[in-house]
């Protein structure tokens, strides 16, 4: 065994508001208690772009809340020996994401990934870090009446290129 992959995105499976990193916390304090040589990774969501509403509907990520996502992240990360963020989707113009450095200004993840190690290299306190870079289409993820609500909606659908995936 490698390592032991933490919550996976555990910004988006809090389940205690007064304590969002109780999860994470007990996961690594067992790994540690069973095999401290094992390495716990963490690997985070890219920055929201948009927030949902209890009513279901859609507004844009203010910098308040991406402030908030990131010291989540960090807090997060503390029970963590290598921490990294997932950067999807390619191709970049399926959906633009935020970026650390960036403000509330999307982008594609070729100009997000500088912004995200430089991110992490700040805040990992010498640890490791790790990007995963998520190649996908919309159109193998939806049924058919969804990926045609995607196009509507201004999604695209494509296939990333070789030149994408290398």
């Known amino acids: 065994i490698f390592a032991v992959l933490s919550i996976d995105e555990p910004v988006n499976a809090i389940r205690n508001p007064d304590d969002p990193a109780q999860d994470v916390r007990a996961l690594y304090e067992r790994v540690k208690l069973i095999a401290p040589e094992l390495p716990v990774m963490m690997v985070h969501a890219p920055l929201p772009t ?3 509403q209890p009513d279901g509907s859609v507004r844009p990520a203010t910098q308040v809340e991406i402030d908030h996502y990131l010291d989540l992240v960090q807090e997060f990360s503390r029970y963590a020996d290598m921490i990294g963020f997932d950067l999807y989707p390619i191709p970049a113009e399926i959906v633009p994401i935020f970026a650390p450095g960036y ?3 999307a982008v594609d993840y070729r100009t997000a990934f500088p912004g995200y190690l430089e991110w992490l290299n700040k805040t990992a306190d010498g640890r490791p870090v790790f990007m995963v870079l998520q190649g996908f289409s919309y159109e193998r993820l939806l049924d058919a009446a969804s990926a045609q ?3 509507d909606a201004g999604y695209g659908l494509r296939f990333p290129t070789q030149d994408e995936l290398c």
Do not use: L, P, R, V
Request: no cysteine; hydrophobic share 20%; glycine share 12%.
């Open 103 to 105: 403000g509330s200004s």
């Open 50 to 52: 948009e927030i949902t």
């Open 149 to 151: 609500q995607a196009t």
